[in-house]
């Protein structure tokens, strides 16, 4: 069983950086990629973001392209989100998921294993 806890989240102001970590615990992940994805209040759970474990290809959701990187450490099993030039519309629980999907995930259901989430709020 892995296990994902995620931390970094906070409140912020519009404009402002903030980096998310996503730490994998639990047996040594062999899956293809790792995710992050929010959720607002009201609203469908989007995709934001993807990386390929092993290769370190990345993928972005057009709203975020441009303004945030995730990268992996693979010595501290961690998987990081740095967000910059936040946004109100950024406001979100971000959640840090896992995949042995061979594809190219980009929806929830591709999914298997998620992280409880972390609070980002950005405000004006």
């Known amino acids: 069983q892995v296990q994902l806890v995620e931390s970094g989240g906070a409140l912020v102001q519009a404009g402002d950086s903030l980096r998310l970590s996503c730490a994998v615990s639990?047996?040594?992940?062999?899956?293809?990629?790792m995710g992050w994805f929010r959720q607002a209040p009201g609203k469908e759970r989007e995709f934001v973001a993807r990386?390929?474990?092993?290769?370190?290809?990345?993928y972005y959701a057009d709203s975020v392209k441009g303004r945030f990187t995730i990268s992996r450490d693979n010595a501290k099993k961690t998987v990081y989100l740095q967000m910059n030039s936040l946004k109100p519309e950024d406001t979100a629980v971000y959640y840090c998921?896992?995949?042995?999907?061979?594809?190219?995930?980009?929806?929830?259901?591709?999914?298997?294993?998620w992280g409880q989430g972390t609070q980002v709020t950005v405000s004006l």
């Open positions: 998921a896992a995949t042995y999907y061979l594809g190219r995930p980009t929806v929830a259901t591709d999914y298997n294993t």
């Open positions: 990386i390929s474990w092993f290769a370190g290809s990345t």
């Open positions: 639990g047996r040594t992940f062999s899956g293809s990629f």
